[in-house]
């Protein structure tokens, strides 16, 4: 059974930057789409960013684009979110998820089959 751990939330101030890692255990996943979603209080779970298994492909919510960059090290078992220019309205937990089908553009929180249990990220202006 696959299992994610997300480390490297924080807190800082807007404009600020923070690194995300996702690290799986119990399953490899260099065959799996990985993603990062978010989940503001009173919000629904949104995606961010999906990347395909071979690191090849990327795919990015409107909201983020330009500012946050996903990538991962499939020797490390590992995802990442490098989150840059960081705004107040990205405070959030945030999840990493896998796939188990190889088609990746999709930020639907339904198509994604594992999850972590998040890290909290805090942007204060």
């Known amino acids: 059974q696959m299992q994610l751990v997300e480390s490297g939330g924080g807190s800082v101030q807007a404009g600020g930057s923070l690194r995300l890692s996702c690290t799986a255990s119990g399953y490899t996943i260099m065959s799996n789409c990985m993603a990062w979603f978010r989940q503001a209080p009173g919000k629904q779970r949104e995606g961010v960013a999906s990347i395909s298994a071979g690191g090849s492909s990327t795919y990015y919510a409107d909201s983020v684009k330009g500012r946050f960059t996903i990538s991962r090290d499939n020797a490390k078992n590992t995802l990442y979110l490098q989150m840059n220019s960081l705004k107040p309205e990205d405070t959030a937990m945030y999840y990493c998820?896998?796939?188990?089908?190889?088609?990746?553009?999709?930020?639907?929180?339904?198509?994604?089959?594992?999850w972590g249990q998040g890290t909290q990220v805090t942007v204060s202006s």
């Open positions: 998820a896998a796939r188990s089908r190889s088609y990746c553009y999709t930020l639907i929180k339904e198509d994604y089959n594992y």
